[in-house]
């Protein structure tokens, strides 16, 4: 009998030595949901790995090499807690000033995921962009009146006339669907933007752009349309309607009650204002089928202004913009989009940075005040093609003219929001090391079928047919991945990628950003940009009615 328990007794003992997280070695994952194996010595993978698939079998021997020791003290982290409280501590201190300017910056696209994989694009997970050091943050529900995952359509007319629309209208309520010329007609469709709010209390406006001028985000500020892609006459005609009943994007930009009114206007697409038989300044023809150049009606308009068309970045900046000798400026950089920054000709394509000062020069010499809206449009493209390094660069370009603005800007009287229209299904994931190159394999594990997977991966997009339909996974160690045209891999097979329907972050600084912490609806930032400035139908600051 006493055998018979001994035995028993070394057998459980040894059933628990043998599942014992410490003998990974010669066992499986303890826990495959939370992998540690990769901290240990890599060994040679058995034949019953390989058939059962062993993950564990997979994962490499990782060294965990902190940036800088003084990481491995506690004393550091509590440090940097302590600062952080600090910094938290003064947001008791609520500015309830009126915000004489409002300065709106929109990255496209710019999701959660993007702001977390820039930092590391930047050289550390610890890096600050410069708004995320804004004191109030929140969040953003970015679904449309009649869809999940937004477009760039409808959420500018959320964020910026404060109503939630359809997905591929601009300005319109719900009532008006997509493609419907009729009820674009209507104006009792109509919404106005934050823009027209400021003309009405006599504030200047503005906006800039990395897209075309006629684009689906600043479009928001002065349009009213049944789709997004009427940029042009031509486009309304081919979709079978009347150019006249319904007007084009870059028509009411030229001729519209809020856009003839604009003191700045900078982005690309030329060829939304010229005629078929004009060429631009790099040759490219226009799109326009009326015969019309509304360059010239622009140039027409402001001839009795100070005002400068400008095609480049050598004229740009050699418009005197900051002593009061400019008082209207049009920038068209471009017959479409402005080229991705890591790809423009210095010589021909101003920074966002250089354009918003510009703006800022012409706009702060209204003693009323102004809105200026801002947008980093490209960050979208980057990552509908797949291209990470390209939207994480364009990211970079943002935070320095958000930088440049708040620097120049006193928080006493300027209030700046920060945010996004929507996300997109880019996601960072593994268990890399610190600082591990984003735009490179996951160092911490390798796949079932032993390759090497990316830390930045799409849920769906053109990158699928080079890295997943195929009878083996393609080995990234074999590609360039820093090449800017690389399409990262994806999941399912797209011609380009969808946007998410995940919130987006909002980070605002200056009189009344605390209005900007929580979770809320996208279409209620323009109502509390309103209030902060003391401009449109609602109420505001100066009605004395807030609690």
Request: charged residues 20%; negative net charge.
């Amino acid at each position: 009998m006493l055998c018979q328990l001994l035995c028993v007794y070394l057998a459980l003992v040894g059933g628990l030595v043998s599942s014992s997280p410490l003998h990974h070695q010669a066992q499986e994952e303890y826990d495959p949901m939370h992998p540690q194996r990769f901290l240990f010595e890599e060994r040679t993978p058995t034949a019953d790995d390989r058939r059962t698939k062993r993950s564990s079998a997979s994962m490499p021997k990782l060294r965990f090499e902190p940036p800088s020791s003084n990481e491995q003290h506690a004393q550091y982290w509590n440090n940097v807690a302590q600062d952080i409280l600090d910094r938290q501590l003064h947001k008791n201190r609520l500015n309830r000033k009126v915000a004489k300017n409002v300065i709106m910056f929109l990255g496209d696209g710019l999701s959660i995921p993007t702001l977390a994989a820039t930092r590391v694009y930047l050289g550390d997970e610890s890096t600050e962009l410069s708004f995320e050091r804004f004191p109030y943050v929140g969040l953003s529900k970015t679904y449309c009146a009649n869809v999940q995952v937004a477009d760039s359509a409808c959420t500018a007319t959320a964020y910026l006339a404060g109503v939630k629309a359809n997905y591929g209208t601009i300005g319109l309520t719900a009532a008006a669907a997509l493609g419907d010329c009729q009820a674009q007609n209507d104006t009792s469709n109509h919404v106005h933007s934050i823009a027209k709010w400021a003309h009405d209390a006599g504030l200047s406006t503005g906006f800039v752009t990395t897209t075309e001028v006629t684009n689906a985000s600043p479009a928001g500020m002065y349009a009213h349309t049944a789709n997004r892609n009427w940029e042009y006459n031509g486009a309304i005609e081919k979709d079978g309607f009347d150019p006249t009943v319904c007007q084009d994007i870059a028509t009411q930009l030229i001729h519209g009650e809020v856009g003839k009114h604009m003191r700045v206007i900078m982005g690309g697409g030329r060829r939304e204002f010229l005629p078929t038989h004009e060429t631009d300044i790099n040759g490219i023809r226009g799109r326009r089928t009326d015969g019309e150049d509304l360059i010239k009606h622009w140039q027409h308009h402001h001839s009795h202004h100070r005002s400068a068309y400008v095609q480049n970045r050598i004229q740009l900046l050699e418009t005197n913009t900051e002593y009061g000798e400019t008082d209207y400026l049009l920038g068209l950089f471009s017959s479409k989009h402005l080229p991705y920054h890591l790809d423009a000709d210095e010589q021909q394509i101003p920074t966002l940075t250089e354009m918003v000062s510009k703006a800022m020069d012409i706009l702060e010499r209204n003693d009323k005040g102004y809105f200026l809206f801002v947008e980093g449009g490209r960050i979208d493209h980057g990552h509908h093609y797949t291209q990470p390094i390209r939207a994480f660069d364009e990211t970079v370009e943002f935070a320095k003219a958000i930088e440049m603005a708040r620097s120049r800007t006193s928080q006493d009287n300027t209030l700046i929001v920060v945010t996004a229209d929507h996300s997109h299904t880019m996601t960072m994931s593994g268990y890399s090391s610190r600082k591990n190159d984003i735009l490179g394999v996951n160092n911490g594990q390798r796949a079932d079928d032993e390759l090497p997977y990316a830390t930045i991966s799409y849920a769906n997009g053109p990158g699928y047919d080079r890295n997943v339909q195929r009878e083996a996974r393609l080995d990234l160690n074999r590609v360039d991945m820093r090449d800017k045209s690389f399409a990262f891999p994806s999941t399912v097979p797209l011609g380009l990628e969808t946007h998410g329907g995940d919130d987006v972050a909002v980070f605002a600084s200056g009189p009344w950003a605390h209005l900007f912490s929580g979770t809320y609806e996208q279409h209620f930032i323009p109502h509390a940009m309103a209030y902060a400035g003391c401009i449109g139908p609602g109420r505001t600051a100066c009605t004395g009615e807030q609690s």
